[in-house]
């Protein structure tokens, strides 16, 4: 079975613009999350999708938003984005709520 | 707030030795500890514990968890080089009709030959 796969890998924007990473979970997984990882904060979460419904919200301001298409794919989105905002953004699929998450190789972002 | 805290949080070790990494949680609605290992990529999926006092092993790699005490090991025997990573725990909260993990900060482990 081919893993979670996420694009682009790597991506250098300015402040202010915005971006749009995707997540491709493992085929039969309806459910998917996205995580923020930092060196300071680690790994935070930052929402959680399930049959194109998001069923929960990190810690995040609005400009963080994602959604779930009918295949599992999910995107998300930042706008206005702010140096603070370069981090390692990782995606991780699952077949449902409470099993166990594996995670894709991540985006890098890098805001300039 | 949920809240996993991991300890040590680095570790340097000689490569036979045996290492036990430590991880407690407060989860408001716990449903399952998981452990991750992460080397300069994503983090890959190790265990998934639900249940007290039942061990799960794969090769050289054991974790527990203890639900009264709310902590959860890993224990790693005849350590590698190639265990080099950081070990990362999650709590899994499953209030609110979603699914989301809560992760601790993590501990670097060094294998040194």
């Known amino acids: 079975k081919a893993g979670v796969t996420q694009t682009p890998r790597y991506l250098i924007k300015t402040r202010g613009q915005q971006v749009t990473l995707s997540c491709s979970p493992i085929?039969?997984?309806?459910?998917v999350s996205w995580y923020q990882q930092t060196p300071g904060q680690g790994l935070q979460f930052l929402f959680e999708y399930f049959s194109e419904t998001q069923r929960n919200k990190g810690n995040f301001p609005g400009r963080f938003s994602g959604r779930q298409f009918s295949n599992s794919r999910s995107e998300m989105n930042v706008s206005t984005l702010e140096l603070g905002d370069s981090a390692l953004y990782l995606c991780?699929?699952?077949?449902?709520?409470?099993?166990?998450?594996?995670f894709g190789p991540g985006t890098r972002l890098t805001v300039l | 707030e949920d809240k996993v805290v991991q300890s040590p949080l680095s570790l340097v070790v000689h490569e036979g030795d045996t290492v036990t990494l430590n991880c407690s949680y407060e989860?408001?609605?716990?449903?399952?500890l998981l452990w991750y290992k992460q080397e300069k990529k994503a983090p890959t999926f190790l265990f998934m514990l639900t249940s007290s006092g039942i061990e799960k092993k794969s090769g050289r790699l054991s974790s527990i968890l203890d639900k009264k005490e709310l902590f959860s090991i890993l224990n790693i025997t005849a350590t590698q080089t190639g265990d080099s990573a950081v070990y990362l725990c999650?709590?899994?909260?499953?209030?609110?009709?979603?699914?989301?993990?809560?992760f601790g900060k993590g501990t670097k482990l060094s294998v040194i030959p």
């Open positions: 989860v408001t609605n716990f449903r399952s």
């Open positions: 999650a709590g899994g909260d499953s209030g609110a009709g979603s699914y989301q993990l809560t």
């Open positions: 085929s039969g997984h309806r459910s």
């Open positions: 991780a699929s699952s077949p449902g709520q409470g099993h166990e998450q594996f």
